[in-house]
């Protein structure tokens, strides 16, 4: 039997308590053919090319003699929960999570095979526009909600940092990001550091103190990555192949024609073409040479910038004291899959 539907009874257990939706919107995966081998992807609900990889079925095409099932997350901390039970063998995730995950005590076995984007003004701290807030500053004696453990809790904690207040200095409350909705819409909250789609809905009647570009441009960059188990690079290498040249592709349309890039991404945000492509506008994607050039994730046995930013953003929560300790940036480059770069996604 397959080593990949070993885990069937605990994905299950484990998918079914962490995700928030299972297979939504269209070009959902079915549970497929017993006989073949199934590769569960955790996904998150924000604009860009992973969501055209689930829309337009590009694994499902790739990939024939495997079932492929796509599970829906809100976060960065309950994807890597569903690594660490073993649940899911592909993961759509930030890169603050992955640094937590690299690290002590979690010591996630996956690594990262793609940059899906960088982010940039799709993910900002709002305040509400009722709150008097009209700086970082400001936010002293506030409640603040994130999700913990996410890149804007990382770019929270750096814009805290930048502003010179600490997490002491404010309530920080945990929240995923259609929870932050609602506490927003009762006025239990006053500010926010989240992604899109939920972002859009706080800026209706809040005012952006600074989003994740600027947070970038003081050298502090969050990315969303892709990341893969070590069981199934080892196990069935074609596979993360066959993935990897995917999300290549969605990359290259998201650039070329953002329209058609709209299309696929509305019906899985639950949102209007028109809508997507003003928010997809918000992104940094990297075409396929970016991503795989020296700056980024490097090529085959030469794993690149990403390991320096991986590094300081583990060493950065080691300073905030959200972990014990940081992996060496040797260790880190261990976990950069580079190989079949940049051939592979040709």
């Given at each position: 039997m397959p080593h990949l539907r070993r885990r069937a009874a605990l994905a299950s257990i484990v998918i079914g308590t962490l995700a928030l939706s299972a297979c939504g919107g269209a070009g959902a995966a079915s549970?497929?053919?017993?006989?073949?081998?199934?590769?569960?992807?955790?996904?998150?609900?924000?604009?860009?090319?992973?969501?055209?990889?689930?829309?337009?079925?590009?694994?499902?095409?790739?990939?024939?003699?495997?079932?492929?099932?796509?599970?829906?997350?809100?976060?960065?901390?309950?994807?890597?929960?569903?690594?660490?039970?073993?649940?899911?063998?592909?993961?759509?995730?930030?890169?603050?999570?992955?640094?937590?995950?690299?690290?002590?005590?979690?010591?996630?076995?996956?690594?990262?095979?793609?940059?899906?984007?960088?982010s940039g003004a799709n993910e900002a701290l709002v305040a509400r526009n009722d709150s008097g807030i009209t700086s970082i500053e400001g936010l002293r004696g506030h409640r603040v909600a994130t999700p913990f453990a996410s890149t804007s809790h990382y770019s929270l904690l750096a814009a805290l940092e930048s502003a010179g207040l600490s997490d002491k200095d404010v309530t920080l409350v945990d929240?995923?990001?259609?929870?932050?909705?609602?506490?927003?819409?009762?006025?239990?909250?006053?500010?926010?550091?989240?992604?899109?789609?939920?972002?859009?809905?706080?800026?209706?009647?809040?005012?952006?103190?600074?989003?994740?570009?600027?947070?970038?441009?003081?050298?502090?960059p969050t990315l969303n990555l892709g990341v893969v188990s070590d069981d199934l690079i080892a196990e069935h290498p074609d596979v993360?192949?066959?993935?990897?040249?995917?999300?290549?592709?969605?990359?290259?349309?998201?650039?070329?024609?953002?329209?058609?890039?709209?299309?696929?991404?509305?019906?899985?945000?639950?949102?209007?073409?028109?809508?997507?492509?003003?928010?997809?506008?918000?992104?940094?994607?990297?075409?396929?040479?970016?991503?795989?050039?020296?700056?980024?994730?490097g090529t085959d046995g030469t794993p690149g910038g990403l390991a320096d930013n991986l590094h300081d953003a583990a060493q950065f929560l080691v300073d905030q004291k959200k972990i014990p300790k940081a992996p060496s940036r040797e260790e880190i480059a261990k976990s950069i899959y580079t190989k079949g770069l940049p051939d592979g996604i040709k």
């Open positions: 549970s497929g053919e017993s006989s073949k081998p199934t590769i569960t992807v955790a996904y998150q609900k924000f604009p860009g090319g992973d969501l055209i990889v689930k829309h337009d079925q590009l694994l499902e095409k790739a990939l024939p003699d495997y079932n492929i099932e796509w599970k829906a997350f809100d976060s960065g901390a309950s994807v890597n929960t569903a690594f660490v039970a073993g649940a899911v063998d592909i993961g759509a995730i930030g890169s603050s999570p992955v640094a937590r995950g690299l690290s002590e005590p979690l010591n996630i076995p996956y690594k990262v095979a793609y940059i899906l984007d960088v929240l995923q990001p259609a929870d932050i909705v609602a506490a927003w819409q009762r006025g239990d909250i006053d500010a926010a550091y989240v992604w899109l789609p939920t972002l859009d809905d706080l800026k209706k009647d809040g005012t952006v103190l600074i989003d994740s570009a600027k947070i970038a441009s003081e050298g502090k993360v192949t066959a993935w990897r040249k995917a999300e290549a592709d969605a990359a290259r349309q998201i650039k070329a024609d953002p329209d058609k890039s709209a299309e696929s991404i509305a019906p899985e945000l639950n949102l209007t073409p028109e809508e997507t492509k003003k928010q997809l506008a918000q992104g940094i994607y990297l075409t396929p040479e970016e991503a795989a050039s020296p700056t980024w994730l």
